[in-house]
């Protein structure tokens, strides 16, 4: 259901709008509105608030964020955190900032230089591993090479399948040298060739940009590891790459420092720059004079006396909230705040993702989650793969315990599986026919009809079908409701009209039957034509054609039946091939996992049809949507309901 929600308008002085504003961001139940929507037209010594410093706490938030990134992540101390929190948020926005400025220049500036030393020395070690990568792999090839005095010595890598570059590049040398050259290839891994390339120095620059030219990746060995012997410029490289590692190591052991004097702190921090920085972006909203501030909202009549509480401890008589009338108008805007018991909660997740209800509809979460759970255990029906689901469930409400849809799927999967195993019971399944077969359980017999599935599919038929007309004329009944709540006559003609005519044809077609007398006829006839009459006036030609749209809406539940029966068709046909099998080990698991199939299936396939009758066949009879969220001005996303 949906809370009543009560607007309000808080009014104290102007010297203590920064208290306010804090008083009212920590008690976290007012939604907030514009106060200059409400004010009579022509007011003109009310003006709307203008924050300073709002420019800045962005920047300090992105600055800290920066920090945060490049240190050390160490263990978490929620107790301290909070500490520190509550600390620093009582420090007013000018002297926070201040604070906030002075502590990441110092600690970003010693962070940055660190981040930045340990980022050249990994450049270094990647050079190093790449010279000592291609060096030992021409070493081999030190034999072949010439004299290395007045020499310089490139290695080119090229891709093998680019191999035939090198029939250009040797009489470009050729030319560009005078012959004074040498090239070498070796294979450097199973991709790319090293070619080496040997010339006289003063050809160098010219030599470079030939290569430069034609896009060739060339590596020059560097002049610390040049003119030496290969093997002593390996050891050389060795000895540098451990050096940089050593380094790499002393600037971890100096962040870590970092991170455990300010990490903390810098967490609390930005949590504290988050809310001034949510708080500034509300100003707007607020209203001044010369001596008052002015802050309007709404607020869930269930908090009134939680919200005017904290305001009397905090300002005692000089902050006053009143209770303001609202027009129909604004009570239109009013925002949606669920109130729903336990177990009607988790289905707050179908209208998260659809659009939540205007302020004058009745939720339909409630009786969601009455027909979902009664519309997933006609599918299912299966005493197995019902208590399988439940473990499931349990499991993902405990693994995931922080992650709000998901223990919402939960929660609708813990629900929905005690109608699952009471239709399995009423069906005699327990993994299809497997419990019958085992003698453990039968079909059950009621009013005369065994409820097995494959049997007594006409029943079933019937069944589904008196389920869905119940729920499309529930459908058309909250449609009315609403209706006289916003006093649409029309709507309220075409929907009685609608449920006439369902009516009025249950009873021709149980007259057809012989199970009612003939002498209702006449009077069912009349009932039917004054109906088209009221839908007609309701929704004009349209409404005439909704008439066959709701037929369709009430047949469509026939797939209530036919999910479930493919359900147990294919769980019999996995027990089938699994005693089929004359190795017991490949039965039972052939037979495991088709079951493991089914169960997925039962899992997703009822759920999105359940889901797909009340959004499609359901909703259309009363529900309009596009109601507006509750979103408290707070510290945390939402009051904790009780």
């Not at 270094?124 to 034999?143: F, H, M, V």
């Not at 962040?255 to 504290?272: G, H, K, N, P, T």
């Not at 007259?511 to 209702?520: A, H, T």
């Amino acid at each position: 259901m949906i809370q009543k929600m009560v607007s309000v308008l808080v009014v104290g002085p102007k010297k203590d709008f920064n208290r306010i504003v804090d008083t009212l961001y920590h008690v976290g139940t007012v939604h907030l509105e514009d106060v200059s929507e409400f004010l009579p037209p022509g007011t003109t010594s009310v003006r709307k608030m203008e924050p300073g410093n709002k420019s800045e706490i962005p920047t300090l938030l992105a600055t800290t964020d920066g920090i945060l990134l490049l240190l050390p992540v160490p263990k978490p101390d929620a107790e301290h955190e909070r500490s520190l929190h509550d600390e620093i948020q009582q420090m007013p926005t000018g002297d926070l900032i201040e604070w906030a400025g002075q502590v990441t220049g110092e600690v970003g500036t010693a962070t940055r230089q660190l981040a930045l030393k340990k980022s050249d020395l990994e450049i270094t070690i990647n050079g190093l591993e790449r010279y000592e990568k291609i060096i030992d792999k021409i070493q081999p090839l030190e034999q072949q090479l010439p004299s290395l005095q007045g020499f310089e010595v490139t290695v080119l890598i090229i891709r093998k399948e680019f191999a035939d570059v090198l029939d250009i590049i040797r009489p470009a040398l050729s030319e560009i040298t005078g012959g004074q050259y040498e090239i070498i290839s070796a294979e450097l891994d199973p991709e790319t060739i090293a070619v080496i390339t040997v010339f006289n120095k003063k050809y160098s620059e010219n030599v470079h940009n030939f290569l430069f030219s034609k896009n060739i990746n060339e590596v020059r060995i560097p002049v610390d590891y040049a003119n030496m012997p290969l093997d002593k410029a390996l050891l050389l490289i060795g000895e540098h790459r451990r050096e940089a590692i050593a380094g790499i190591e002393d600037t971890d052991q100096k962040l870590r420092e970092l991170s455990r004097d300010w990490y903390s702190r810098l967490v609390a921090l930005r949590q504290v720059l988050a809310e001034r920085d949510e708080e500034l972006q509300a100003y707007n909203n607020f209203g001044e004079t010369d001596y008052t501030v002015m802050v309007r909202g709404w607020i869930p009549k269930k908090y009134i006396p939680k919200t005017r509480k904290a305001l009397f401890e905090a300002f005692g008589d000089r902050v006053v909230m009143t209770e303001t009338d609202a027009t129909a108008e604004q009570m239109e805007r009013a925002p949606i705040f669920y109130d729903n018991p336990w177990w009607a909660r988790p289905y707050e997740l179908f209208m998260q993702i659809a659009s939540p209800p205007k302020y004058f509809e009745i939720d339909p979460s409630p009786i969601m989650a009455i027909f979902f759970p009664i519309f997933f255990g006609l599918m299912v029906g299966d005493i197995g793969y019902g208590i399988v689901i439940l473990l499931f469930g349990i499991f993902i409400r405990y693994r995931f315990k922080e992650i709000k849809w998901l223990h919402q799927i939960s929660g609708i999967l813990i629900i929905s599986s005690f109608p699952a195993i009471f239709f399995g019971y009423l069906f005699g399944e327990f993994f299809g026919n497997f419990g019958e077969a085992m003698g453990w359980i039968a079909p059950v017999t009621l009013f005369g009809i065994t409820w097995n599935r494959m049997e007594a599919i006409v029943p079933l038929l019937v069944l589904t079908i008196a389920v869905g007309i119940i729920h499309v004329i529930l459908g058309l009944v909250i449609g009315i409701a609403n209706s006289i709540t916003r006093k649409n006559r029309k709507h309220i003609c075409e929907k009685c009209g609608m449920i006439g005519i369902i009516l009025g044809l249950i009873i021709l077609l149980v007259m057809i039957m012989n199970l009612l007398p003939s002498y209702l006829l006449i009077p069912t006839v009349v009932v039917m034509l004054i109906s088209v009459i009221l839908i007609i006036y309701g929704g004009g030609t349209m409404g005439v054609i909704e008439i066959m749209g709701t037929v369709g809406n009430i047949l469509s539940y026939a797939r209530l039946m036919a999910i479930g029966l493919a359900s147990v068709i294919l769980a019999m046909v996995a027990n089938a091939l699994g005693g089929a099998m004359e190795v017991v080990i490949i039965g039972v698991l052939i037979a495991m996992l088709l079951h493991a199939l089914n169960l997925i299936l039962a899992m997703f396939s009822p759920s999105i049809h359940s889901v797909r009758l009340h959004v499609v066949e359901f909703f259309s009879k009363f529900y309009e949507g596009g109601g507006i969220p509750y979103h408290p001005f707070a510290t945390s996303q939402l009051p904790e309901k009780k």
